[in-house]
Nanobody, 114 residues
Framework: VQLQAFGGGLVQSGGSLRLSCVIS????????VDWYRQAPGRQRELVAT???????NYADSVKGRFIINRDNYQDTVTLQMSSLKPDDTATYYC?????????WGPGTQVTVSS
């Protein structure tokens, strides 16, 4: 299983960013996929999940601001982040469980300046 994440960067408070994660070497459409994030000195936290049936769940802290979506033709999951806040600053990771084992993308840094 291979995960590649793209789209992090530096943005001002109130701005937007779009993260993408391409997952290969699995039957992508069959899997639930998550985005996690980890800020310095804090535990990794679940941000959003999209199931194989396109159901979505969000952390309370991002509801109404972030949208997770998937493209099963491109084997890609995206996280559209809007109204970004300095508290959203973190390294973001895509995640999938395959045959009982967790696989993580390399992480992409999102920094929101105030």
């Amino acid at each position: 299983v291979q995960l590649q994440a793209f789209g992090g960067g530096l943005v001002q408070s109130g701005g937007s960013l779009r993260l993408s994660c391409v997952i290969s070497r699995i039957m992508f459409s069959h899997y639930d996929v998550d985005w996690y994030r980890q800020a310095p000195g804090r535990q990794r936290e679940l941000v959003a999940t999209i199931t194989s049936e396109f159901n979505t769940n969000y952390a309370d802290s991002v509801k109404g601001r972030f949208i997770i979506n998937r493209d099963n033709y491109q084997d890609t999951v995206t996280l559209q982040m809007s109204s970004l806040k300095p508290d959203d600053t973190a390294t973001y990771y895509c995640h999938v469980v395959h045959r009982g084992r967790a696989f993580w993308g390399p992480g992409t840094q999102v920094t929101v300046s105030s």
